[in-house]
């Protein structure tokens, strides 16, 4: 689980950085068009700070006995990654909003999710 934890913590603490700095950059990257508002700057930097919280739980909780039957960080992520594949899914099927990196984050977060899910039930 600690591989996990360590891994969620770089990409998702990576992507909240990129939102806050650059958040049109990542908005054109995934989604094919960069944001044209001052309102949809200050969303994205909000989700930057957001995935900056998860990273941090994630980071801190990398070395914690794993007593407790189901981590909540790790309940977090599951769900985090399901809705944020399912969106960026939507994104590119229903809205045609397609960027450089739309079909690999979808990928990338089905598998963290299977990851999750996965490192979940090895607890059981």
Same mark, same amino acid.
């Given at each position: ?12 603490g ?12 990542? @908005? ?21 700070? @957001?995935?900056?919280?998860?990273? @941090? ?28 594949? =399912? ?14 990196l ?16 996965g490192?979940?039930? =090895?607890?059981?």
């Amino acid at each position: 689980m600690k591989r996990l934890l360590v891994a969620t913590a770089a990409l998702e603490g990576g992507t909240g950085v990129a939102l806050l700095i650059a958040p049109s950059l990542v @908005a054109s990257l995934l989604l094919g068009t960069g944001l044209a508002s001052p309102e949809g700057m200050m969303v994205a930097r909000v989700g930057g700070a @957001a995935l900056l919280a998860i990273a @941090a739980s994630c980071w801190l909780d990398r070395n914690r006995n794993p007593a407790p039957p189901v981590p909540g960080v790790v309940v977090g992520a599951l769900v985090y990654n399901a809705i944020v594949a =399912g969106l960026l899914l939507y994104a590119a099927t229903a809205a045609n909003m397609i960027g450089m990196l739309t079909w690999p984050a979808i990928i990338l977060h089905v598998g963290m999710f299977v990851w999750c899910a996965g490192s979940l039930r =090895g607890r059981e």
